[in-house]
Structure formats: C-alpha cells, structure tokens
C-alpha cells in the first residue's frame, strides 16, 4: 500500500518524537555546545560563527548606501501590505470574485503537491539565509554587536538566524536600529527584484505576471505560443512542447489565439503546423483528435509575445520556478515589513516613532493600536480565505 502524505507527516512526527526523546537525557550537553532540542525543533547557535560575522561585514562601507536605503524600501513594503490586507478584505465583501486567498504555506497541510513542497522547502534557505545575513550585515556596519548566529530546523524547514546583543541594540540610535531591522525585508525585496528581471527575459514568463508589469517589456510575436500540452494528446505525440509557436496551421497564418480558434478543424484531419522552435523552423505532421466529439489538438495557448530584452531560453520547468520564487520572496519582504511582533516590520515602526517620539511609555501607546490593527487585518484575511476556499489541495503544478 502506498505511503500518502498522512502516513509520510507520521513518519516525520515519530521520527522527531523518537530523536527527542532518545537525546533529552543530554539536554544540558548539547546547550553547552550551542545546540538545543525540542520536540519538533532543533537550533544550532554559534558564538563564534557570531563573532566571525561581525568582525568579517563591520567594515564594509560599500553597503552603507544599499543599508541607508532599507527602510526606505521596508516603509514601502509594509504600506503595501497594509493596503493590500485592507482592500482584501473589502473585495471579499463587496467584489467576491476578486479576493485573494491568503494562506500561510505549511508543508502537507496547505501545500500536498510534492513537486511544490519540494519546491518550497528548497526556496526557504534561499530566502531566510540572506535575510539574516543582511541582519548580520547592517547591525555590524552600524556598530551593534552580534552574539551569535546559527541554523534552525524547524519540522522539514531549514532557517538561519542572528542574535543580535540586546544592551547593544538598546543603545543605539534610532536610525541604526530602523536600518537593523529593515535589512531583512530589503534584501528579500531585491532577490524578488532580481528574479522579476530574469522573468522579463523569457517568453512564457508574462503569462505568470500582471498585464502592466510584463507589458512594456515585451512586444506582440508572430505566432501563437504554446504554453502547456495535454498529455496524451496528438500535441503531445507530435513532440510540441511549450515555448514552441505555432506560425501557421496547413499554411494559414496564425497572429493570435482567436486565428487558432477560428480554423475549421475537424476530427482525424491530417494537419501540417509551421512551428519555431529556439529560433529555427520546423514541420510538425500531427492528426487531429477526437475528445467527447470535439476536434482537438491538445495545447494551452496564449498570443506569442516576444521580450525586448531576451537571454537563452531557460524551459517551462524554471518559468514556474521563477515564478513561484519571485512570489515567494515578495511576499516573504512584504509581510516581514508589517508592524506586527516579532516581525521586522514591528522593530522598524518602533525604530522611526522614536525619531519624534522619545518617551517610551507614549510611543507605546501609539504603537499597540497599530500592532492589533494590523494583526487583525493579517488574521482576518487569514480566515476569510479558510472560510471561503478551505485548505488548498494542491495536486500537481498547472501549466
């Protein structure tokens, strides 16, 4: 009998229970060497890795600018979180068809594709790492101590994380405390930004994007794309696969989907497509199908639409990669900007109320209406989206 994603999460439970249990006798021991064990969580933290990083990035004047600039863009991000959470939930009651589903993306319980668990369990280092590093880098720059720094392994997620001193963190000035906790979000921020224009060089990659992001970085092509096959298809069979364009079917141009649409085929027709496939020409024989009396070749397609700046084709497998890591890592520095504990975001409102707020007490008072606000706009999304679509069972990747 096959395992399923219940019996591999049982698996994961036992076998973290039976690690915990055989080694909570050494409890002591290993936090002796920096290393502590829970039932579901394990955390290395090193001193002297803390210590490395801050004598390695304490001089590093280059990033000053990059540093200065982060709660510029972390100020930014949480703005749009904020509007985003808000309209949200408005479209929920007065434009239902427009609300997003917001969803914390756990491993088997929000997530059951195991091509996309995979997919996120690798993206989380990719994302936290640098976060923290640049943590790492803008307290050490602004002369705030380091005391340690180390991995987490939290279930099946791997995290990094900086222990900043708290007496060090306390005495600084608001400006280095804004750019400490800013960094996070920044660098997340700019790894969205890098991925974004690596997605403007490829052709299937507008379809995963808004229509005024991706339009004025692409120009209409001369053919339809295919962007999916059904398998088992005569599509399929005939060896398209996406990123090829269809030029023309039995010599008849194609300059849009509708053309394709529009073409009186008929089931067991034997057809000729022109196709371009990595900028040469090809001929494509296939024979028409035949699904529930419909005549059918079996592709997804989308008008051909050609970036202005293209590099060599990286294949559909890394356009959804793209994708999903560009979504991933915006939405990682967007909702790490909001003002809510312990998010970065909380720090940071702390940090820039200080500026013409110096009594603590007040600019507490301040604060806790904007933590609850904002918490309840993150839970009530949260939940609407739970209500409305249940937990998302994803099956496999949709192309």
Request: with cysteine.
């Amino acid at each position: 009998m096959p395992c399923g994603y219940a019996c591999y999460l049982l698996i994961l439970l036992v076998s973290w229970l039976s690690v915990y249990l055989a080694l909570r006798g050494r409890s002591d021991r290993l936090r002796a060497r920096g290393v502590t064990l829970g039932p579901l969580y394990l955390i290395l933290n090193s001193r002297s890795l803390g210590s490395a990083l801050e004598r390695s990035l304490g001089g590093r004047r280059r990033a000053s600018l990059l540093i200065s600039a982060s709660p510029a863009i972390s100020l930014a991000l949480m703005g749009y979180a904020l509007y985003f959470l808000s309209e949200n939930m408005l479209r929920y009651f007065l434009a239902p068809s427009g609300f997003s589903a917001v969803v914390p993306l756990i491993p088997f319980v929000t997530l059951r594709s195991a091509p996309l668990i995979a997919m996120f369990l690798a993206a989380v280092p990719l994302l936290v790492i640098p976060h923290e590093l640049s943590h790492a880098l803008a307290a050490a720059n602004r002369g705030i101590r380091i005391r340690g720094a180390g991995l987490i392994l939290l279930a099946l997620l791997l995290g990094a994380f900086v222990e900043l001193d708290e007496e060090s963190l306390r005495r600084a000035g608001w400006r280095d405390r804004a750019a400490t906790a800013a960094a996070g979000p920044a660098a997340n921020a700019a790894i969205a930004a890098a991925l974004l224009a690596l997605m403007l060089t490829q052709p299937l990659s507008y379809l995963y994007l808004p229509a005024g992001v991706a339009a004025p970085f692409y120009r209409p092509g001369p053919g339809v794309l295919v962007a999916g096959v059904v398998p088992g298809s005569p599509a399929q069979a005939a060896g398209l696969s996406p990123g090829d364009v269809i030029l023309s079917v039995n010599g008849t141009e194609l300059r849009s989907v509708r053309d394709l649409a529009a073409l009186n085929l008929s089931a067991g027709e034997l057809v000729v497509l022109d196709v371009e496939r990595s900028g040469r020409g090809i001929a494509v024989p296939m024979r028409v199908g035949n699904v529930s009396g419909r005549a059918m070749i079996g592709v997804y397609v989308a008008d051909d639409m050609i970036p202005k700046f293209p590099l060599p084709y990286l294949g559909p497998s890394a356009d959804y990669a793209l994708a999903w890591l560009f979504t991933l890592s915006f939405a990682v520095a967007a909702f790490n900007a909001l003002p809510i504990p312990p998010f970065d975001g909380a720090m940071l409102a702390d940090a820039l109320l200080e500026a013409g707020l110096r009594d603590g007490a007040r600019r507490r008072a301040v604060l806790l209406p904007v933590y609850a606000t904002s918490a309840l706009l993150l839970a009530g999304n949260i939940a609407l989206s739970l209500a409305r679509f249940g937990i998302p069972r994803l099956r496999g990747i949709a192309r």
